[in-house]
């Protein structure tokens, strides 16, 4: 097994957010130009309009994501001489149901008149769902080969089944993740089953996390493992490292800190949804929900939150 150079990630890195940045560009201009067209559209006619914008977008940028993960996939395979499971003709297509969900949700900002804040809530959406294209076809990768294959050769108490076939990791690339992310990141290269590849496919809006195939014993530069694990299970050794904005974004409910007004404000957006996600479970009582379910709750939810709702959230559950 070898190491894949950090700049490989990076350029994979580059790749998707490219197409990421063109898809938002696209639908973003798109919206401008129909409400200057239709001053008088009602609501129900702009959300249809942003559902188709959504589905062409995410189809199109989509297909590009989710082809830049089998370029890499096949270049990682042929340089540790790993067999790739026949894909066929599968690409990326995004979830009907949830871009129906999104433009539902944002569709009550045009009820309010807030017209630029659905299109900037729409046009991020497409950016999210072109760049899933990449992960989730790493994601059909590991099902596909998974599928019939139950043998385990071995378990570890952090890593996962251990069996045959292309190994996978969930790689962090940006500089803030949150503790799903980090725990997930935690595991390594580990080979992903079709149940376990469901896992591995649950991701968030601005989540940076890539899934990388490899062969057991591959590394990455710059990706450690168990620093990451001892990140997630003993975060208070890293406090020095860390600004108190990334501090408050990545603590959960056995946080030692609670956000202050004032970090909530100094807050980018992916940081509060980083940070409300992981107090998210802590609503799970009030809600008579298991703690899963409110996490889906809340994944389902929130696009339709505006960054002072995000704010008020983690105050109320941290």
């Known amino acids: 097994a070898r190491k894949i150079p950090n700049s490989v990630i990076k350029q994979y890195e580059r790749a998707i957010k490219l197409q990421g940045n063109a898809a938002e560009k696209a639908v973003r201009n798109a919206l401008n130009e129909y409400f200057k067209a239709n001053p008088s559209a009602t609501v129900a006619e702009a959300r249809e309009f942003a559902i188709e914008l959504m589905t062409t977008a995410g189809d199109m940028y989509g297909a590009a994501t989710s082809q830049a ?4 996939l096949d270049a990682i395979a042929a340089q540790e001489g790993l067999t790739v499971p026949n894909m066929g003709d599968w690409y990326y297509k995004p ?45 059909a ?24 076939g292309i190994y996978f990791a969930r790689v962090p690339t940006g500089a803030t ?5 980090v725990m997930l990141g935690s595991r390594g290269f580990v080979y992903l089953s079709e149940e376990s590849a469901g896992e591995f496919d649950k991701f968030h809006r601005h989540c940076d996390c890539r899934i990388v195939p490899g062969a057991p014993g591959t590394t990455v530069e710059g ?21 108190p904005e990334i501090e408050a974004a990545t603590q959960s409910k056995a946080s030692v800190q609670k956000a202050t007004d ?25 809600l008579g929900i298991s703690e899963k379910e409110a996490l889906e709750r809340f994944d389902l939810l929130l696009d339709a939150n505006s960054d002072a709702q995000l704010r008020k959230y983690i105050k109320k559950y941290q």
């Open 69 to 72: 993960a089998y370029d890499l």
């Open 262 to 286: 004032a970090q909530l404000k100094a807050m980018s957006r992916s940081q509060l949804e980083s940070a409300a996600r992981a107090v998210a479970p802590n609503q799970a009582a009030s």
């Open 95 to 139: 979830d009907a149901e949830s871009i129906n969900k999104t433009a539902r949700y944002h569709a009550g900002k045009l009820d309010k008149g807030d017209v630029d804040g659905f299109i900037d809530q729409v046009a991020d959406a497409s950016r999210y769902y072109a760049e899933r294209g990449a992960n989730s076809t790493m994601a």
């Open 223 to 243: 990706y450690d493992p168990d620093e990451l694990y001892d990140r997630w299970k003993h975060p208070e050794k890293y406090q020095d490292e860390i600004t």
């Open 141 to 164: 990768v590991a099902k596909k080969q998974g599928k019939g294959n139950s043998e385990r050769k071995g378990n570890s108490k952090r890593k996962g089944a251990i069996t045959h």
């Open 177 to 181: 993740n949150c503790e799903f992310c």
